[in-house]
């Protein structure tokens, strides 16, 4: 677990904060874009992510290791130009941003947080994918 008077600690969490802040802004330029993926951008955020989940790896941070290699996986599909941006999709990775910066403010409880949802809402990302508003796995009905 981790010990928040180690700096190397205190280093990982100011720098987690950081990725979070500019993740972000970069998810909602990745939407704006859409399909045009700006290739610099999705591998910013991706490595940003990595990072996080690196460093949960090496401080035992199992509930945010775990988010973040989800999360990760979403975005690598994103990269590969397998999966779009949609606002939908979007909305799901900034509740995971959101979710992992709650986890990263109290990482010493972070271990016993239920993170159920936004796992199942990623795994969805990859399975069905949502639609336009954000919903996983509904069909749209045909014409």
């Known amino acids: ?17 950081e990725h979070l802040v500019t993740m972000e802004a970069d998810l909602l330029a990745m ?11 999705a591998n910013r955020v991706f490595l940003a992510v990595h990072s996080i989940k690196g460093g949960a790896g090496f401080f035992d941070l199992v509930k945010i290791r775990e988010l973040a290699h989800r999360t990760e996986d979403a ?25 992992l910066s709650a986890l990263l403010e109290s ?12 796992m199942a809402a990623l795994a969805g990302l990859r399975e069905a994918g949502p639609d336009s508003t954000g919903e996983c796995g509904a069909s749209k009905p045909g014409p």
């Open 1 to 17: 677990m981790i010990d928040l008077d180690d700096e190397l600690a205190v280093e990982y969490l100011a720098e987690c904060r």
């Open 31 to 41: 939407e704006k874009g859409g399909a045009a993926i700006d290739e610099d951008l």
């Open 75 to 99: 975005l690598a599909l994103i990269r590969a130009g397998e999966m779009d941006p949609t606002p939908g999709r979007v909305s799901v990775l900034l509740r995971a941003a959101d979710t």
């Open 107 to 118: 990482p010493g409880t972070s271990n016993q947080a239920d993170n159920t949802e936004i």
